[in-house]
């Protein structure tokens, strides 16, 4: 029962004696380790050394202060080396370092400027086999936050390092990047750089799953007339349903858009070859009655419209006419009308 009574008293006894035991341990660790750093700082100032020797050493001391996380030692430690040691064929690797360190404490923007002062300023350096303005590249790629430096630095990995990326993938984002910039000319250029890799209608780009689909239709859509555009979607609805009430067949096709019409049933993808097929309008709909809705159906909004049709053929009676908001800021004088861009076989899902 004493022993029990005790018991409370005796744990937190072993309690502080762990702690203290503990913190002792750390201290003599700390200082172990900078009694280590101290060493190698000797051996740097007052050794002859060849450069993989002073290699070595500076590169222990980085690790060790990596060890600690201290990033602000490492930072003072190999900033103050590289200005004191501009011909050092190592600094570009220093300065890697020192990226990285200003990447871990969250300083992207001072982070940028090292990646880049590495490509401008040092020459490339392989460590471990890994090319330093490479691994730089990488890096400015994810936290740029300019389409106009993005686009220098997808430029230089494509020009570069061909060997080492997805070229079809990074023609995909530097044409986004070239959208993104409004250099609208370089942008086309790229989309048919893109277009033309072996691989471009397979691919899967990361948050771009219509890669393919969009850039075809970009690229075909600038270099063709574009004269079946209306300036409004009330005009391209009228002129639909007047050409339907008067039988006029081959004005109906007039309003067709001439790039990438498609007719296919609603779980169809658009990119199937079936659904590329053109069909002249008449062969359906001559000696029949094809009626439509008085307004476009619910489903409807700003950027899209569907009218309902039937009376087609016995098969599929009932077809959705599919419009569509032109997206082409290249040339403002066709951005934002609407064009027919397709049609939907039966009813809707």
Known sequence: MKFRRNLPIFLCIISILFSACKTNQTAEKKTVANNNQAELQELLITQTLNEKQRYSII?????????????????L?????????????????????????????????????????????????????????????????????????RIKYFNELINRFPQNVNTTELYLRLALEYEKDSQWDQALKTYSLFLEQPDATTIQ???????????????????????????????LEAAVKKAIRDHNWNRLDKYKAKVNFFTMSWKQDENDANSQEETPMGSWARGKRIRFSENLDEASNPNEAYLRTWGWNSYVSIWY????????PIDPDIHGNWEWAGIYLGNKL
């Open 321 to 328: 006419l599919y419009f569509r908001k032109v997206n082409f």
């Open 59 to 75: 590169n222990q001391m980085a690790n060790n202060y990596l060890s600690e996380k201290d990033y602000q030692g490492l930072i």
């Open 77 to 149: 430690f190999l900033t103050n080396w590289v200005e004191e040691n501009p011909t050092d064929m190592y600094n570009s690797y220093w300065l890697l370092m020192i990226a990285y360190a200003y990447l871990s404490t969250g300083a992207e923007p001072v982070a940028e400027y090292y990646f880049d002062r590495i490509l401008q300023q040092s020459q490339d350096l392989l460590v471990k086999g890994n090319s330093v303005h490479f691994m730089c590249l990488q890096n400015l790629i994810q936290i740029s936050k300019t389409p106009a430096h």
């Open 205 to 235: 780009i990361a948050g771009e799953p219509d890669a393919y689909k969009n850039a075809r239709h970009l690229v075909d859509f600038n270099n063709s007339s574009k004269d079946w555009t209306f300036s409004s979607l009330p005009e």
